[in-house]
């Protein structure tokens, strides 16, 4: 738990390497790694031996941090040699650039905002190796930035990201005890945007037209829902608190999509389906999801970051990680270079490729899987553990009495709904596991050693006991099918955590760039103007799953389909080069009713979600 003066949170991170993806999420890191994430600085100059943060002329900014935020977590839960040697290259020269002003990195930064991200970077390096060299950085260069901070005021995008430092000086904080390091932080919430009034009196309650201010940035809007929490670490007052459940509501109120995203194609844009949200917002908002869920500990921060984590976040890329968009959308039907109703994006914002309108996802996208996957299980603060969010895995670490305990977990989940966590233990203890209660798993079961226990849907089941080598938790989530009202009235059918949107055909068209990562355009092959045939309240819908692949965001291997009915819509049709103006909900068609496929999200690189629903 936090020392004093800070809060208390709900839980605590376990240090890099704690937990170990298992199973088809593995394969899904190992299919990060083998794509442009163990790549990039092969061929594309940002990463390259010129870096500024290798001591180069070249870029020295802020993509060599963002590639290190994800690329050491990736490389230490892998436990991939190659990786590591990677992410190694990159620290030792961090490691031994500070100066005797306490300043390291490139010369000429003199930007605040780079250096919270590179400290993220470098706490968890230090938490997967041990590497004694990083604390006494961080506590020369904090002492460096205090001297600073009065006359180097934040500006730009550090004024609105100030949050990130934070937690590395909390991280340190927690470690050292050094209180002039709260006086920072304190200096540093003050010289920051307060992200807490900004959704209080939130004003931005449709797509932004004129003027592009930080505020209304997708980015900063993703970074900024953590940022409420942290001010609350910080002060300790309920304004802050609240602020938290504010600031997703207006997003979600406003902006927000079916997959827990909102819209922001740069900025603000209104909840039409159309609309497109930047990938750097995505793995930033399930950032801030993860530190939420240690600092307050609310079970409904874990539904959501498992919809994004298991939605959103793969349906941005190819399925083999090698290309990704700058924009996604809801209903997305064709993928090419072409004026779309961005707010300010450029015309290639959705096609899948190397670095799509603009690099910064190209360096930043590498943290969502594994920082996801790292934090599937955090610690509580009565020495035991807490299961926040569900996936194949392995967690190793110390609870009460400082007894080791591994608990291994089985699990084709989200496509399953059976998760399986068996106790390993050289000696007996007593200690609590918590497991999060999915707020949609009506008639969830709880077997311990086969004998039934209660859980309620939206809370964390506690079981305090005595453990024993060998005991075995099952929970059985039911996964009955959704119907959600979207824009316009539409719907979108959601199953457990997974969205589930139109199987459309697809072409793939190389269009520019050289191997090993050219740009793809995407066409559609087969119709996607359908509407919906079903009651919202009662949906009869067929729930066809198959075997868990190696390959899991594949159209051709989607381990769950829904199979629904539905019409064609012939006045829905293509303008300006995307679906058209979603037709208002119930929609007449008298084109023949046919067996439509729905597979979930992230598996559909072409896909609607927000369908119109059809009369009777």
Not at 96 to 125: M, V
Not at 487 to 499: C, E, H, M, T
């Amino acid at each position: 738990m936090n020392r004093k003066p800070l809060q208390d949170t709900a839980f605590d991170f376990l240090p890099l390497g704690s937990v170990k993806p298992r199973g088809w999420l593995r394969d899904q890191l190992a299919i990060q790694a083998n794509g442009q994430t163990g790549h990039l600085p092969e061929f594309w100059d940002s990463l390259g031996p010129n870096s500024g943060w290798l001591g180069g002329t070249g870029e020295s900014w802020e993509r060599g941090p963002y590639y290190l935020d994800g690329l050491v977590p990736l490389a230490y839960l892998l436990e991939d040699d190659r990786l590591i040697g990677m992410a190694r290259k990159w620290m030792d020269w961090t490691l031994g650039s500070q100066d005797d002003s306490g300043h390291f990195g490139p010369k000429s930064l003199n930007d605040w905002w780079p250096f919270g991200i590179i400290l993220k970077a470098l706490t968890q390096y230090q938490e997967a190796t041990g590497d004694p060299r990083v604390i006494p950085l961080m506590e020369r260069f904090f002492r460096y930035m205090r001297r600073e901070l009065p006359n180097n005021r934040l500006r730009d995008w550090g004024k609105v990201r100030w949050a990130d430092t934070i937690l590395s000086i909390i991280w340190l904080y927690n470690r050292n005890g050094d209180e002039e390091l709260i006086d920072l932080a304190s200096e540093i919430m003050r010289q920051g945007y307060d992200w807490s009034w900004h959704f209080r009196d939130f004003g931005h309650t449709r797509k932004q037209e004129l003027n592009f201010p930080m505020r209304t940035h997708v980015v900063n809007n993703a970074m900024a829902v953590k940022t409420p929490g942290v001010q609350y670490v910080l002060t300790g007052w309920q304004e802050h608190k609240d602020a938290v459940g504010k600031t997703i509501e207006m997003l979600d109120k406003f902006h927000g999509t079916a997959v827990g995203i909102f819209t922001g194609d740069e900025h603000y844009a209104g909840k039409d389906p159309t609309q497109g949200t930047e990938l750097c917002a995505v793995v930033e908002y399930m950032f801030s999801l993860e530190n939420l869920t240690q600092i307050l500990g609310d079970p409904a921060f874990g539904d959501r970051l498992e919809m994004i984590a298991y939605n959103a976040l793969p349906g941005t890329f190819s399925a083999d990680m090698w290309q990704h968009q700058y924009d996604q959308q809801a209903n997305q039907v064709l993928c090419t270079i072409a004026k779309r109703h961005w707010t300010n994006n450029g015309d290639d914002a959705n096609i899948f490729g190397l670095e799509p309108n603009y690099g910064c996802c190209t360096a930043n996208l590498h943290q969502g899987w594994p920082k996801f996957a790292a934090n599937l299980w955090m610690a509580t603060a009565d020495e035991g553990l807490a299961a926040v969010a569900y996936g194949p895995c392995e967690v190793k670490a110390k609870v009460r009495g400082g007894q080791e305990v591994t608990i291994g977990v089985e699990t084709d989940y989200p496509w399953d709904d059976t998760i399986r966590a068996t106790v390993h233990l050289s000696d007996a203890a007593a200690f609590p596991l918590k497991f999060r209660i999915p707020a949609w798993a009506e008639g969830v079961s709880v077997h311990i050693n086969g004998e039934a226990d209660h859980a309620e849907p939206g809370t964390f089941l506690t079981i305090e006991r005595e453990w024993h080598d060998g005991d075995v938790i099952e929970l059985r989530l039911p996964m009955a099918v959704r119907v959600e009202r979207r824009f316009n009235d539409s719907v979108a059918l959601k199953r457990g955590p997974i969205v589930y949107s139109l199987k459309i055909g697809e072409r793939w068209e190389r269009i520019r760039g050289e191997d090993p990562c050219p740009d793809y355009a995407v066409h559609p092959t087969t119709p996607w103007n359908y509407g919906l045939l079903l009651d919202p309240e009662k949906p009869e819908v067929e729930v066809v799953t198959k075997s868990v692949g190696r390959t899991v965001y594949d159209p051709n291997y989607a381990p769950v389909e829904l199979k629904v009915k539905g019409r064609r819509i012939p006045e829905w049709t293509l303008v300006d080069n995307q679906a058209g103006p979603l037709p208002r909900s119930p929609v007449k068609s008298s084109e023949p009713v046919e067996e439509l496929t729905l597979i979930p999200y992230g598996c559909a690189k072409l896909r609607i979600t927000e369908f119109p629903l059809l009369e009777a």
